[in-house]
Nanobody, 126 residues
Framework: QVQLVESGGGLVQAGGSLRLSCAAS????????MAWFRQAPGKEREFVSA????????RYTDSVKGRFTISRENAKNAVYLQMNSLKPEDTAVYYC???????????????????WGQGTQVTVSS
């Protein structure tokens, strides 16, 4: 079993930055694809970004390209999301997720992820 714990959320003004972290325990994530999803109030959970276990392939939803960067440190069993130039529409609960299939290309489908964290709130004020 894998436990994921997110941290780093908070309140920031538009244009600001935050760095989210996801720490894993239970087993090593070195072979897992890792991803970030988010869910705004009244909306469905949506894909934000993902990274393969090697770190060689990443994927971003169009609305965050050029502003967000996903990275991982397999030695620390951790994944990060650096969020720059934040906008009010980025406000959401951000979730870390792990896909145990060793995919070459990260998947964007919620159903492909096997483990989820509890989420961390990100609020961007205008």
């Amino acid at each position: 079993q894998v436990q994921l714990v997110e941290s780093g959320g908070g309140l920031v003004q538009a244009g600001g930055s935050l760095r989210l972290s996801c720490a894993a325990s239970g087993r090593t994530l070195s072979s897992y694809t890792m991803a970030w999803f988010r869910q705004a109030p009244g909306k469905e959970r949506e894909f934000v970004s993902a990274i393969t276990w090697t770190g060689g392939n990443t994927r971003y939803t169009d609305s965050v390209k050029g502003r967000f960067t996903i990275s991982r440190e397999n030695a620390k069993n951790a994944v990060y999301l650096q969020m720059n130039s934040l906008k009010p529409e980025d406000t959401a609960v951000y979730y870390c997720a792990a896909d145990r299939d060793g995919r070459y290309t990260p998947t964007m489908r919620i159903g492909d992820y096997d483990y989820w964290g509890q989420g961390t709130q990100v609020t961007v004020s205008s």
